[in-house]
């Protein structure tokens, strides 16, 4: 899903998405990188698509599972 898409579904449910870069890093969920090469981003990465996949187990599935 690109970043157009969920726009529109933010929409659609009533929000408004936010597109400015002010305030981003307040709003992630992830750290600014720190990598100096192309093997350090992939891990880094892989940390942060851990970190999603627990959010969404955890978190977000069963929030949606009761609605």
């Not at 899903?1 to 969920?29: K, Y």
């Not at 970190?51 to 009761?66: K, L, N």
């Amino acid at each position: 899903m690109n970043a157009d898409q969920i726009a529109q579904r933010i929409v659609q449910l009533g929000g408004a998405p936010n597109f400015s870069p002010e305030g981003l890093t307040t709003r992630s969920h992830a750290d600014t990188s720190k990598a100096n090469d192309t093997h350090d981003m992939m891990k880094e990465d892989m940390v942060a698509e851990r970190f999603a996949i627990d959010r969404h187990r955890w978190d977000m599935i069963p929030y949606f599972a009761e609605q």
